[in-house]
Nanobody, 120 residues
Framework: QVQLVESGGGLVQAGGSLRLSCAVL????????MNWYRQAPGKQRELVAG??????NYADSVKGRFTISRDYAKNTVFLQMNSLKPEDTAVYYC???????????????WGQGTQVTISS
């Protein structure tokens, strides 16, 4: 059984900062990539940032403001969000592409989502 446990969402004023965390729990063999997605009301879920062995990637809308990082020892990914804007308001979802100890095949897993609200 794999669980992604997120924390760190909340309400902040525009220009403020938040740090999201996501811990992957369970019998894991390998994590290939960890990502943050977000979904605003009435919009499709979009990729915000991702980290893998090949490096990191960001949506154009968050480049220079958000930083994704990973603690390999603790199977945890972080999203540091600075200079927040009202348009960053959304439910943020953690995603991990991983291989369990058994059975050994790669699959995506999702967290429950955490609300981020930015007031103007």
């Amino acid at each position: 059984q794999v669980q992604l446990v997120e924390s760190g969402g909340g309400l902040v004023q525009a220009g403020g900062s938040l740090r999201l965390s996501c811990a992957v729990l369970g019998n894991i063999f390998k994590i290939s990539a960890m990502n943050w997605y977000r979904q605003a009301p009435g919009k499709q879920r979009e990729l915000v940032a991702g980290v893998a062995d090949t490096g990191t990637n960001y949506a154009d809308s968050v480049k220079g403001r958000f930083t994704i990082s990973r603690d390999y020892a603790k199977n945890t990914v972080f999203l540091q969000m600075n200079s927040l804007k009202p348009e960053d308001t959304a439910v943020y979802y953690c995603n991990a592409v991983l291989v369990t100890q058994y059975p050994r095949y790669e699959a995506p897993y999702w967290g429950q989502g955490t609300q981020v609200t930015i007031s103007s």
